[in-house]
Structure formats: C-alpha cells, structure tokens
C-alpha cells in the first residue's frame, strides 16, 4: 500500500472508543485557517486521531449567539472593507435557509482575507450594530427581513447584501469595539485576523517529545518533513497495535508522520547512548544516593516546563468575558456591555441617584461639592456586587453629595466617555461654526453617531441636568456651573490622555469640554426633539446641499 493507502487504513481501524469508523485523509485542516466544511460526516477530518480532540465546527469561531457579549476597551484598526468575494454564486433558487453561506472578502490595514456566513449570522450582526454601535437614523442600513420573507425571491439576496455591505463599509471604522461584531469578521480590536483558537491544531498540547532518527519528506500537505537531530512534539499516538502514522508538531507545523522516524525521549537513558560522561564512560561509581546532574536538571526542567505550560494555558481575561464566566463590575464597564448584560436602557446607577438627587438633592452645590469618601466607596461596592442601595437611608439623606459624587464618579471611570473618544474632533467642530442654527445642525449630526446605549443614556442624563438647572435659584448650579463640573467626566481626547498634557493643551480640552456640554444641556430639549430634523442624506445614502432645520416653538 501506499502511504495514502496506509493512512487510510490505519485511521479505519483506528478509534479510541471501540468503534470501526472508516476516516477519510483528504481534507485535513493543517493550516490554522478556518475553513468551510461539510458538517454531513464529522469524522470526515479526522486523520489517525480521536475526535475528541479536533475541532469540526464550519470555522474557527463560534456562533454570534453562543459568545458572551463583550467590548474591547481600546480599538485602533482605521478602515475596514467589506463585500462580497469575486466568486460569489449568486444563483440561490434551489437553496434552503441551512444551506445559505456567503463568502465575504475582509479587508483591514492592507490585509484580505475571506468569512463564510449564513444569512442568519448577517442578520445578527445587523442586530450587535444597531445593539450597541449605530443608531439606524445615522447608519442608514435597512433592516434585514426574516428569511422566510425571502423566501419567494431569493435571486434578491445577494443584491440586497451587496447594497448592505456597500453601506456598513462606508461607516465602518474603529468607532467598532463591540467583540461579537469584530468576531463577525474574524477581527481583533488591533486590525489583525483571528486565526487561532484553543481548538485549532496548533494549540492541542502535546503528550509526547520525540527525537528525529530517520529523515522523512512529506509526501502529502498534511504530513510534516524533517531532518535527523529535529525535535517533534507528539500529538497523537495510536494503540500499541497499531504505530504506523503519528501526528505532531515541528514548529509552527502540524502533521502526520511515520513513527519509525523517530524516538521518544524518556527519563532513562537510550541504549547506545552515553549515560554520563564523567561517570559511566570513565568506569568511575557514583556516590550512593548523589543525583547526576542530568537527573536534577531533567526534573528542574520538567517542573519550569509544567509551570510555563499552566501558565500558558490559563485563558485570558477577554477569553473569560467572551465565555461569560468572568463579569465585569458596574463601575469601570463598558457602557454597551454593561447594558447588555444587565438588559437595561441606561445605567442603573444613573437612574437611581438622579430620582434620589431630584427629590432630596435641591441643596446647594450639588454636583460641585464631594460627599464623604467612604460613603462613596459603600455605595459604589453596593452597585458593583448587582445590589441597588436604599438611598432613602438617613446616613445619605444626610450626605446628600456622595449620591451626586457617586454619579459624576460612575461616568468618570467608563472606559470610553459617554460621548466616545471617536467624536471628540466632530464634537469640537461642531460647536466651533458660526451661527447657531448651524450649530444645531452640526451637534446634531454627530450626536446621531452616538452608539445607542451612549445616546440613550446622554439623554437620559443631560434630561435631569436640565431639571436640576431650573432650581439654579436654590443650588447656585445653572447651566454653565453644571457644565463646567460634568464637562471631563463626559468628555475626553485620547490624544491628549495618551501624552502628558499641560499648558495650552490641557487649557484647550477644558475650553472644548465646557463648551460641548453647556451647548448640549442649552438645546436639551431641541437637539433631542422628535420634531428636529436635520437633513444631510436622501432615501439613496447621498449628502444633500441643502439642510433643514426645524426648532419647535
């Protein structure tokens, strides 16, 4: 048989539980990359090797609704490209909804590569977009029917979708932080591609270390070559009955390859080889009891390989948030996340201690002057262990200012402001023009590209600060006082954090924050207004000359 044969072979007769099951060798994922593959026969890539250990899923990343929702506290990717890939089929008639993939071509930082997904996962990443990154009213992209919708039509799904991802890369940027959305992709937050996961070859440890003995060619792609004197890492060993073809790793490869190539290294010393040089090959005895050298250093290094092996393999903290296990505290969350995850419109913390401040915090300063810092901290732990504090306790009835404190405190530590790093420049911009129906305009633009949970929770917040100025006459905190003493915990320049800002910059930032809020809690009831229209687009995605504005009286 040849060596085709005699894999094929072996990997039928070969199966941990018992059972004769006949493997096919001819599509072995070796590369690392995902690819689409039939999921009629599981056992139909697996190649001398229980199925236990190989991942068979139609890629290397689980589906949208399986992943933990999470965000990425930091994005820095610039422009990515989305549409379909050149060989497409667009003849779908005889088609089910199961049986729908579509390959679409990623581009990012000059680099390409292609996702297969179903229309189900399209429309789930629509639902992330417009979750936790775009107001409709702003992305302008059409919401994707049902497919049963489609089902009558279904020669219009790749125009439908073609008109989609022609749109989604006209705004995608690195305003993307959502992690199942850049997943979609198969994106990381730093522009890179997700190759590997902890199912891919690559990281199934080893069992085994071998020595190189007899030098081997592949004669497949799924095999590895390799020269005497080489170190393999074991993968996959058979049965005692059956050593023809072993599977392992030679660098960054993985393969199959004949067992008869090589030797296992063992704690004892192979026949043939020298034992020790200044002891055995010398006719000299060791001392009764003394450990050789080679045996100290071999079990110092099995324990420094086991310690670097343990620390390896414990998962990230964004792997623990991707799987749900490890939850982020309410305090220092993304805001997206965070909201998701509890399945509220804003921010507990928020609603809790502006009805509190509404109806007991009428004094004067609120906003300006600190509370007593442990109670601050006691709030602030109550919030993060998913617990709402009584408020209405005499210890904050009398300490009114750490309820305002704890606020001012919860949207100082987000991750991202509550009007984002991304719009820091527009924001500036645009109450920078001239005019002030002009300004609307502009404020109003940028503030459309808000991510929902940020818009909604903006309203909500800028809502009671506006209340809380009509009592200006009893706290000595109008508008400007409001604005001055919310204006960095609202908004912040990441350029300008990253350095070590003094002098001019640092007095520009305070200048573009006051300005930005007062603007904002000025025209509360304007700019959030359902009968405020700004018209910069038509029906088509297409800017328009000419813009309207109505201000209701």
């Known amino acids: 048989l040849g060596p085709g044969l005699a894999r094929a072979a072996a990997a039928a007769r070969w199966d941990r539980g018992g059972a004769m099951v006949a493997r096919s060798t001819d599509n072995i994922d070796t590369s690392g990359e995902g690819q ?11 190649k001398g090797k229980p199925t236990k250990r190989l991942s068979i899923t139609k890629g290397h990343f689980p589906k949208l609704t399986e992943c933990a929702h999470f965000h990425y506290e930091a994005v820095d990717f610039g422009h990515i490209q989305l549409q379909f890939a050149p060989e497409q089929n667009e003849n779908l008639s005889s088609l089910e909804e199961g049986e729908l993939l579509f390959a679409i071509q990623v581009t990012c930082q ?12 399209f429309r789930t990443l629509d639902a992330h977009l417009h979750c936790c990154i775009f107001d409709r009213r702003f992305s302008q992209l059409p919401e994707l029917p049902p497919f049963s919708h489609m089902r009558a039509n279904p020669e219009l799904l790749v125009p439908m979708l073609t008109q989609y991802l022609e749109k989604l890369s006209a705004i995608v940027d690195s305003n993307i932080n959502c992690g199942p959305v850049l997943t979609w992709m198969e994106l990381d937050n730093h522009g890179n591609r997700l190759l590997v996961n902890e199912e891919a070859s690559i990281n199934v440890p080893a069992i085994a270390a071998a020595h190189v003995v007899k030098r081997y060619t592949a004669q497949a792609p799924d095999e590895l070559s390799f020269e005497v004197g080489d170190i393999i890492s074991v993968i996959d060993m058979p049965p005692k009955e059956d050593r023809s073809w072993w599977r392992g790793k030679h660098g960054f490869q993985v ?3 004949p067992s008869e190539c090589v030797e296992l ?12 040089a200044e002891g055995m090959s010398c006719g000299i005895a060791r001392p009764h009891g003394l450990l050789s050298p080679t045996s100290v250093s071999k079990k110092h290094g099995k324990l420094i390989g086991f310690l670097r092996t343990f620390m390896k ?21 993304d805001l997206g996340e965070h909201l998701k995850n509890a399945g509220s419109d804003v921010p507990q913390v928020l609603r809790s201690c502006s009805e509190f401040i509404e109806k007991h915090g009428i004094v004067d300063g609120i906003y300006r002057l600190s509370g007593v810092s442990s109670n601050i901290q006691r709030l602030r732990h109550e919030f993060d262990s998913e617990r709402v504090p009584e408020l209405s306790k005499d210890v904050y009835l009398q300490d009114i200012h750490s309820v305002s404190s704890l606020c001012k ?29 002009e300004r609307l305009v502009r404020v109003h633009d940028v503030i459309q590209q808000l991510p929902p949970p940020h818009y909604r929770t903006l309203e909500y917040l800028l809502r009671h600060l506006a ?24 908004l912040r320049s990441m350029a300008l954090e990253s350095v070590a800002q003094c002098g001019a910059d640092a007095f520009q930032e305070v200048r573009v924050q006051s300005l930005v809020v007062e603007f904002l809690l000025n025209n509360v009831q304007v700019l959030f207004s359902d009968t405020f229209t700004s018209v910069g687009k038509d029906s088509a995605g297409t800017s328009l000359n000419h813009i309207s504005v109505r201000v209701p009286r």
């Open 313 to 333: 393999s414990r998962p990230s903290k964004q792997r623990l948030k991707q799987r749900g296990i490890l939850r982020e505290r309410v305090f220092g969350c």
């Open 110 to 121: 000059g680099k390409s590569w292609q996702v297969h997904r179903s229309y189900e996962e």
């Open 36 to 46: 689409v593959r039939s999921l009629g026969n599981a056992t139909n890539n697996v």
């Open 467 to 490: 209340r809380m100025a009509m009592h200006s006459q009893n706290t000595s905190m109008h508008i400007r006082n409001l604005a001055i003493v919310w204006a960095p915990n609202l």
């Open 265 to 276: 290294f063992s704690e004892r010393p192979a026949s043939g080889l020298k034992a020790d």
């Open 409 to 437: 405190l919860y949207f100082r530590e987000l991750p991202n402001p509550l009007l984002t790093y991304q719009l820091y420049n527009k924001f500036a911009e645009a109450v920078s023009v001239s005019g002030n129906e």
């Open 255 to 257: 393969g199959f390859f």
